[in-house]
């Protein structure tokens, strides 16, 4: 009779298969990775491109200059002409004819001014001056007298000459009263406070009653029928500006208007801030513009010198100079480059390049001169 069969037969026997399975496996995976790091390393035409591939570089078009630059300038106006008056006699406010604000005309009288004590000073000339005018009469008479009385041999030479140096300091007696007469007469005239030109009055300091000695002002004139706005000009605009340029002067308060001004004077020299003084006058009839005002001065300055613009990134700097990589074709030239203003993203160049010219963008340091180039889109410009 056979021996009954173990159930842990076929578990056996799968458990070998699957030992012999994995051995299997393990030698296969040594034998490639043996292989493997037997082949060679890969060859450079699988490594990056070499030194001698064209350079990859964005280019663009250099492009003139505009025929104009516009400046936009901040400025204070001021009227054409404004002056303190101060009262030249001394006195007591007796009356103002004006007060703030007043549009007047030149010689219109502005305020009157009581001066008793130069009242009294003017009386007492007039006395000295009758007075002199009394004793030239006298030494007149006498001097007449003298000479015929000399003639007949009454009286003596001595006496007639004695009498007619008499006349003559009685001559200049009346000269000296005559001359402060008109003196302290002229002042009287300054009782009369008045506009030495047609303008608004724009403070008025002292009171009704009020003493005056001349050393404070009165009234402060403007005439602001034109005004005037000083702005600097950069030095690398000076040569467009001159006398008879036309200007825009615009005020915040007066959103989208613009007043039509002209470049009157220039300083013709350079300051400390290397800029040019310049001053636009600017008509105001009718009073709308208001002296002391923030403005901005719009100036559209022509540009005299031919230049070209192009992106700043297209600038070399080295031992070299100025250059730029201008591109010809498929090949690289370096060239030196004379430069104008810097505008910020672009820059002038006076010389060395011409409209229609390309030019690469941010170039390395490693860049030479004929070196082949592979032209890329430019970078889209980040909003």
């Known amino acids: 009779m056979s021996k009954p069969t173990s159930k ?4 056996l026997l799968l458990g070998a298969t699957a030992l012999a399975l994995l051995a299997f496996t393990a030698i296969g995976l040594s034998t490639r990775l043996g292989a493997a790091s037997d082949k060679p390393e890969p060859a450079a035409a699988e490594a990056p491109a070499s030194a001698t591939d064209p350079l990859r570089l964005s280019v663009v078009d250099v492009v003139a200059a505009p025929a104009e630059t516009t400046l936009t300038l901040p400025g204070l106006l001021t009227p054409l002409q404004q002056t303190f008056i101060h009262p030249q006699a001394n006195g007591y406010v007796k009356r103002y004819l004006v007060d703030l604000g007043d549009m007047v005309k030149a010689g219109q009288v502005l305020a009157e001014i009581d001066t008793p004590t130069l009242d009294q000073e003017l009386l007492a000339a007039r006395a000295r001056m009758a007075q002199a005018e009394a004793q030239l009469a006298l030494a007149k008479a006498n001097d007449s007298r003298s000479q015929k009385m000399v003639a007949e041999g009454i009286v003596s030479q001595q006496r007639a000459d004695a009498d007619a140096t008499a006349a003559q300091a009685a001559v200049a007696d009346v000269g000296v009263a005559q001359a402060s007469l008109r003196a302290l007469s002229a002042q009287a005239g300054y009782k009369k406070v008045t506009a030495p030109f047609a303008g608004r009055i724009t403070s008025r300091s002292a009171e009704i009653g009020q003493l005056v000695d001349g050393s404070a002002a009165l009234f402060t004139l403007a005439d602001t029928s034109q005004l005037r706005v000083t702005v600097q ?36 020299a350079l300051d400390a801030a290397r800029t040019l003084t310049t001053e636009v006058r600017l008509p105001n009839p009718d009073g709308r513009l ?27 700097v080295n031992s070299k100079g100025t250059q730029v990589a201008q591109v010809q074709g498929d090949v690289l030239k370096l060239v030196a480059v004379r430069l104008g203003r810097d505008l ?23 860049v030479a001169d004929g070196q ?11 909003t």
């Open 233 to 268: 000009v950069p030095q690398s605009n000076m040569r467009g500006v001159a006398a008879q340029l036309k200007a825009k002067v615009s005020l915040r308060e007066y959103p989208g208007e613009h007043f039509e001004g002209v470049v009157s004077r220039t300083a013709g």
């Open 8 to 11: 842990r037969t076929p578990a």
């Open 290 to 316: 208001l002296a002391g005002a923030s403005v901005d001065v719009v100036l559209t300055v022509p540009n005299l010198a031919q230049a070209v613009l192009i992106p700043a990134n297209a600038l070399m």
């Open 372 to 382: 082949k180039v592979a032209v890329i889109p430019p970078k889209p410009a980040k």
């Open 344 to 366: 910020g993203k672009q820059i002038e160049v006076i010389e060395g390049l011409k409209a229609g010219d390309k030019v690469g963008l941010s170039p390395p340091d490693t």
